[in-house]
Structures are given as C-alpha cells and as structure tokens.
C-alpha cells in the first residue's frame, strides 16, 4: 500500500512553467510504475505521461510531448512533472498514481494522489 501527495499546482500565464511533484506520503513507491493523469472541467480524465520503475521507459501524450519531461528520484521517493510553454488547454486538475503496469490507462493503476490544479491564463 502507498499512499501518495501532489504538489507545486498554481495559476501560471500561457507560455509558462511550473514543476509538479509526487510524493509518497506512505510506503514507498519505488518499484511501480508512476503516471500522470489530468481532468479538465466538464471533461474526462486523460493520460499526461508515465514512467517506469527504472526511468528507461517514459510514454507521453501527443499534447504535452516536448514540453512536459517526466522524472523520479527512487532515492528520494519521488516523482516530477516539469511543465514548459504551458497553454491554457493544460489547466486543469493534475493526478498521480502508482501501479505494476506501466500505462496510459487510469484503470491499470492502484494508487491515487488528491490533485493539484493548475490554471494557465491566455
């Protein structure tokens, strides 16, 4: 069992950066796969970028690749999210989660963070 905490979100204006981190606030998280997940409101839940144990596999969604890098410190027990040029279509609540299986599908994972909300202004 893990538990996990997100944290760095905030109001940041189009074409900016912010730094997201993952946490484990229980048990340790690093032998699982780590992924990030957003929901915008009114809309679904959808796959930002996912890492594997080992840092040598790391899936991107078409929107975010080239601006998003994905990372972890298995020593430190975390994971990060690094945001650059960030548009206001990327506002919306950011998730962490931690599984066996490395995936861009939500239901493939077992343990969730509460969110963090990031809001892009134009």
């Known amino acids: 069992q893990v538990q996990l905490a997100e944290s760095g979100g905030g109001l940041v204006q189009t074409g900016g950066s912010l730094r997201l981190s993952c946490g484990a606030t229980?048990?340790?998280?690093?032998?699982?796969?780590i992924g990030w997940f957003r929901q915008a409101p009114g809309k679904e839940r959808e796959f930002v970028a996912a890492i594997n144990w080992s840092s040598r596999d790391m899936p991107y969604a078409d929107s975010v690749r080239g601006r998003f890098t994905i990372s972890r410190d298995n020593a430190k027990n975390m994971v990060y999210l690094q945001m650059n040029s960030l548009k206001p279509e990327d506002t919306g609540v950011y998730y962490c989660n931690a599984g066996y299986q490395l995936s861009d599908n939500y239901y493939t994972y077992d343990f969730w963070g509460q969110g963090t909300a990031i809001t892009v202004s134009s």
């Open positions: 229980s048990g340790s998280f690093n032998s699982y796969a």
